[in-house]
């Protein structure tokens, strides 16, 4: 499975984006996906990350209630639907797929290249 992040691009605080993570193969519905994000010199985090079939999520706290992230087995799409953004929320954002979700980069595969998000003050 590869799969590649999009969508990112520069928006003022308070604004939104919708991230998508593309994927080829068709495994693709067997796994969970994780969003996770990476600012200059510090480590990736764990963003939020959706079960195989989209019945269960889960979010990083201080995301909780602003992002949204969701799944269309069809199209082979992960989305990460980002609202009420805040400056620090720039980053690199990645997707990565896993069997069991975890916040632990390391439990993640097949990550792809990431998307800028950039949250202007």
């Known amino acids: 499975v590869q799969l590649q992040a999009s969508g990112g691009g520069l928006v003022q605080a308070g604004g939104s984006l919708r991230l998508s993570c593309a994927a080829s193969g068709r495994t693709f519905r067997n796994y969970a996906v994780g969003w996770f994000r990476q600012t200059p010199g510090k480590e990736r985090e764990f963003v939020a990350a959706i079960t195989w079939s989209g019945g269960s999520t889960y979010y990083k706290d201080s995301v909780k209630g602003r992002f949204t992230i969701s799944r269309d087995n069809a199209k082979n799409t992960v989305y990460l639907q980002m609202n009420s953004l805040k400056p620090e929320d720039t980053a690199v954002y990645y997707c990565?797929?896993?069997?069991?979700?975890?916040?632990?980069?390391?439990?993640?595969?097949?990550w792809g290249q990431g998307t800028l998000v950039t949250v202007s003050s």
């Open positions: 990565a797929r896993t069997r069991w979700i975890s916040e632990v980069p390391s439990s993640y595969a097949d």
